[in-house]
Structures are given as C-alpha cells and as structure tokens.
C-alpha cells in the first residue's frame, strides 16, 4: 500500500495531537477500550475553533486523517468547520488508498460530535460513542 506524502508527514508529525486545556466540545468515535478510536476536543471563542486537539489509535492513515481534520478546522469558524467533508481531509492528505478512505470519516465525525457537545445537542456528561 503506498501512502502519499502529505500522509506520510501528517503521520510522522501530527499536528495538533492532546486533548485541549479547557475544551468546551469533545467528540469520541470508536472505542478507546478495544479498538480504533479518534477523540477530538475543541476550544470555542465567539463562534470559532481558537484550539483543537486531537487523540488516536488507529492506523498510519486514521492518524494522518486526526491531524489533517484539526488542520483544516483550526481557527475556523463554526459553520465552516461544519462543512469540512472526509473528501476535503483525503484531498489535503494528497490522496487516500481505497481501502482506507474509511479512516477520513474518523476525524469529521469526531469533529461533529465535538461542534454538537459545544453546541448542547449532545449530552455534556457522557461525550457520544459509536
């Protein structure tokens, strides 16, 4: 399997990995227990992603999707982010191996359910899991 560059490097130097200090969105998808999962958590001022983190374990490509997706939604607004699509994470990471195009939808999902923790339609005690 042969991963592009931008892969390569989002890989072997993430950006944005930890969880952010004081984060008021935190989305989960997987499961941390036994299995691949992404955590992103996000700090929101005035309507725009000021912090983003990321926390995951999974493959070279989930984890080039993790650092990809708090790329492109840092220091976006809200409602941009919102938009932010797997296609829009494989085409930043150059290109995504058919077999694992899957892995792009980790990091927008787990960005969603961040935005929608911030937002209040999700639970604040218990971040949602799938």
């Not at 001022?45 to 990809?68: R, Y």
């Not at 938009?83 to 892995?103: F, I, N, R, S």
């Not at 911030?118 to 899991?129: N, T, V």
């Amino acid at each position: 399997m042969m991963y592009s560059s931008q892969v390569l490097d989002h890989f072997s130097k993430p950006r944005h990995v930890g969880m952010v200090e004081n984060a008021n969105g935190i989305g989960l998808i997987g499961d941390p227990d036994c299995g691949d999962f992404m955590c992103i958590s996000i700090r929101v001022e005035d309507w725009k992603i000021v912090d983003i983190g990321f926390l995951c374990k999974g493959c070279p490509a989930a984890i080039a999707s993790g650092s990809a997706t708090t790329d492109l939604a840092c220091d976006k607004m809200l409602e941009k982010a919102m938009c932010l699509t797997p296609e829009d994470v494989a085409q930043h990471l150059g290109g995504l191996p058919a077999e694992k195009m899957h892995c792009s939808n980790l990091g927008v999902d787990a960005l969603r359910y961040a935005m929608a923790y911030y937002l209040g339609l999700i639970s604040k005690d218990q971040p949602e899991a799938s």
